[in-house]
């Protein structure tokens, strides 16, 4: 069972940054891959980034390649994601989520956290 609790966000004009964390409970969150996922108002959730549990590779989705970085510390059992010149269309509710397997779909994560709003204004 791995826990999750989303932190950092809030509201950035367009251009800006900022950065969310995840922390994770449990002994074996350096086993799991870790992803994040957003949600706009009337829209399903979709893919930000996923990070294997060593940290050695990542995945974006081509909406926030070069703009988003997805990092982890092992020994804190975090998970963070860099988000640099965001856009008002990032608006949403960022989830972070783990599971063993999962890498890109939503559906395939166990383990969810409760979500950090991110509003960007134009």
């Known amino acids: 069972q791995v826990q999750l609790v989303e932190s950092g966000g809030g509201l950035v004009q367009t251009g800006g940054s900022l950065r969310i964390s995840c922390a994770a409970s449990?002994?074996?969150?350096?086993?799991?891959?870790m992803g994040w996922f957003r949600q706009a108002p009337g829209k399903e959730r979709e893919f930000v980034a996923a990070?294997?549990?060593?940290?050695?590779?990542?995945y974006y989705a081509d909406s926030v390649k070069g703009r988003f970085t997805i990092s982890r510390d092992n020994d804190k059992n975090m998970v963070d994601l860099q988000m640099n010149n965001l856009k008002p269309e990032d608006t949403a509710v960022y989830y972070c989520?783990?599971?063993?397997?999962?890498?890109?779909?939503?559906?395939?994560?166990?383990?969810w956290g409760q979500g950090t709003q991110v509003t960007v204004s134009s």
């Open positions: 990070i294997t549990p060593s940290g050695r590779t990542t």
């Open positions: 989520a783990a599971d063993r397997m999962a890498t890109m779909v939503a559906s395939e994560y166990n383990f």
């Open positions: 449990g002994r074996t969150f350096s086993t799991y891959r």
